[in-house]
T-cell receptor
Framework: AQSVTQPDIHITVSEGASLELRCNYSYGATPYLFWYVQSPGQGLQLLLKYFSGDTLVQGIKGFEAEFKRSQSSFNLRKPSVHWSDAAEYFCAVVPGSYIPTFGRGTSLIVHP | DAGVIQSPRHEVTEMGQEVTLRCKPISGHNSLFWYRQTMMRGLELLIYFNNNVPIDDSGMPEDRFSAKMPNASFSTLKIQPSEPRDSAVYFC?????????????FGPGTRLTVL
């Protein structure tokens, strides 16, 4: 069965600083990979997704993620964080069975 | 498009009462998921429907929980009887399982409090 690990429970950055949220997965083949964001009191919103092709994918709100097969990673990055980016971020793996596995999430705190 | 619609948004009930959560998926989507989110356990998949048929209900915690999808535009999650440990935010999500991927669109959630 597949699994997803988000090793950082909390990440604190200053506004304007760069950001990298880590995601590692375990799956026998190349899965579909997603990053979602959850603002307080809201549902999850898709940031970006990877299926195949270019390993660097661009998403909404200035986010990008890079798929590294050799490291089984799909880390999320943003060059300059805004205060409105404070939220919970979830990495998800969806294999061919369409049943997703979500990580535990990383809470992003942005200091002014 | 209205997105995934869930009702009610908030529910407060007493232990032992029946609770019914409702979900209307996005039109044209043929997969539907129910999740439960708590601080302790994170986001848990409870059940997955494809074309209105339950495919995987291994995440349903116990017999007190049941889910139905009588048609492509409506699903319910019922807890009977409810217990305080069922307090959580319950999300419904829908997607297209027969596309080349399975992006899920989440509803706003129902915050359930069982006293």
């Amino acid at each position: 069965a597949q699994s997803v690990t988000q090793p950082d429970i909390h990440i604190t950055v200053s506004e304007g600083a760069s950001l990298e949220l880590r995601c590692n997965y375990s799956y026998g083949a190349t899965p579909y990979l997603f990053w979602y964001v959850q603002s307080p009191g809201q549902g999850l919103q898709l940031l970006l997704k990877y299926f195949s092709g270019d390993t660097l994918v661009q998403g909404i709100k200035g986010f990008e993620a890079e798929f590294k097969r050799s490291q089984s990673s799909f880390n999320l990055r943003k060059p300059s964080v805004h205060w409105s980016d404070a939220a919970e971020y979830f990495c998800a793996v969806v294999p061919g069975s369409y049943i997703p596995t979500f990580g535990r999430g990383t809470s992003l705190i942005v200091h002014p | 498009d209205a997105g995934v619609i869930q009702s009610p948004r908030h529910e407060v009930t007493e232990m032992g009462q029946e609770v019914t959560l409702r979900c209307k998926p996005i039109s044209g989507h043929n997969s539907l998921f129910w999740y439960r989110q708590t601080m302790m356990r994170g986001l848990e998949l409870l059940i997955y429907f494809n074309n209105n048929v339950p495919i995987d209900d291994s995440g349903m915690p116990e017999d007190r929980f049941s889910a139905k999808m009588p048609n492509a535009s409506f699903s319910t999650l019922k807890i009977q009887p409810s217990e305080p440990r069922d307090s959580a935010v319950y999300f419904c999500a829908s997607g297209k399982a027969d596309s080349s991927y399975n992006e899920q669109f989440f509803g706003p959630g129902t915050r359930l409090t069982v006293l």
